[in-house]
């Protein structure tokens, strides 16, 4: 396995993902003004055209509702990296009393250095006892990494390394911003969903009133817009999974690290123990595994499984935990 070459690839799917979730906002905007002119033509039988205006009004009314949406999704994780991180239940590692969180402070120095950027500020989730981590941060300045007490518990040093030049590439790359970017556009992709839904609600008696015949056609196309946006978010968030992976390599130059934290996540994962299943919805889905199961199209990481075969170039089942693969540069790349 070439991981620069895989890094590469990456980069050119998420690019034409993000394409694709341009031209999904076009669709959607091309759908109501659509519908709109059906419910025109029925509710006015005697005109035959449809007033442009209403097409511009159309188109700015929805622009409108997802831009701001977009605008109150993006608002409330403002906040920065820290203050999402404690929301969570993550407080600031204490190198001076512990010797793991020592050791994860010196860690997150040592790859910061190594990606030749700002080490971001080490955190802790305390009270989580299976393997996880996170990333989180707009730019830099706010940026930070947090890992379970289980993952300071059960990885040793080589493997932490892994898991933090994992969460560390997903700041290198900018993917932090890009995924609150897109779960604020898939907000606003929802409010077009959410208003046709109000349109087509019941009154007080019970009874519909003649706004329901243009919010159904709204209702359809806004419901179709957002799954087709929150499958291009997760789409994307997977190809970002795998370039972190390979740029985790990368950063400290051996398969084993990350590779023996996913085997081991997996073996959690038989012994039932379920990954961070418990944390806010906001973090989720910048877990190093994802423990939802949402299917195929929706699922933000990719499967444990083909992660662990990308890394090591042959299926899970294939290795043992005690398997000398090899790490010299030119075997990686």
């Known amino acids: 396995m070439r991981f620069f070459e895989r890094q590469e690839t990456a980069r050119a799917q998420t690019l034409r993902l993000l394409l694709l979730f341009g031209l999904t906002l076009v669709a959607l905007l091309l759908a109501v003004n659509g519908a709109l002119a059906l419910a025109w033509r029925l509710v006015t039988p005697g005109f035959s055209g449809y007033p442009g205006y209403f097409f511009t009004v159309n188109t700015s009314v929805t622009l409108l509702f997802v831009l701001g949406g977009w605008w109150l999704e993006t608002s409330a994780l403002s906040s920065g990296g820290e203050a999402l991180a404690r929301r969570v239940g993550a407080r600031e590692a204490w190198p001076a009393s512990r010797e793991a969180?020592?050791?994860?402070?010196?860690?997150?120095?040592?790859?910061?250095?190594?990606?030749?950027?700002?080490?971001?500020?080490?955190?802790?989730?305390?009270?989580?006892?299976?393997?996880?981590?996170?990333?989180?941060?707009?730019?830099?300045?706010?940026?930070?990494?947090?890992?379970?007490?289980?993952?300071?518990?059960?990885?040793?040093?080589?493997?932490?390394?892994?898991?933090?030049?994992?969460?560390?590439?997903?700041?290198?790359?900018?993917?932090?911003?890009?995924?609150?970017?897109?779960?604020?556009?898939?907000?606003?992709?929802?409010?077009?969903?959410?208003?046709?839904?109000?349109?087509?609600?019941?009154?007080?008696?019970?009874?519909?009133?003649?706004?329901?015949?243009?919010?159904?056609?709204?209702?359809?196309?806004?419901?179709?817009?957002?799954?087709?946006?929150?499958?291009?978010?997760?789409?994307?968030?997977r190809q970002r999974e795998f370039l972190a992976d390979a740029r985790a390599v990368q950063f400290t130059r051996s398969r084993e690290g990350l590779g023996g934290v996913l085997r081991k996540v997996a073996g959690e994962e038989e012994q039932g123990m379920a990954p961070a299943r418990s944390l806010h919805p906001a973090v989720q889905h910048m877990l190093l595994v994802d423990a939802r199961d949402r299917g195929r199209w929706f699922a933000s990481h990719p499967p444990l499984a083909e992660r662990i075969f990308q890394i090591y170039g042959r299926p899970m089942a294939a290795l043992s935990m005690r398997d000398e693969l090899p790490t010299r540069p030119d075997a990686i790349f």
């Open 101 to 237: 969180e020592q050791k994860l402070s010196n860690i997150v120095s040592e790859l910061a250095i190594a990606a030749s950027m700002k080490p971001p500020l080490a955190m802790v989730l305390p009270r989580l006892d299976a393997i996880n981590a996170f990333a989180a941060g707009w730019s830099e300045d706010d940026a930070v990494i947090a890992v379970t007490q289980g993952a300071l518990d059960k990885l040793t040093r080589d493997e932490l390394q892994g898991l933090v030049a994992h969460e560390l590439s997903h700041l290198r790359e900018g993917d932090t911003r890009l995924n609150m970017r897109l779960a604020g556009m898939v907000f606003g992709l929802e409010m077009i969903f959410n208003l046709g839904r109000s349109m087509c609600g019941a009154g007080e008696n019970g009874q519909r009133s003649f706004l329901a015949l243009p919010g159904f056609p709204i209702l359809v196309a806004g419901s179709l817009g957002w799954l087709a946006g929150r499958a291009l978010k997760a789409a994307i968030s």
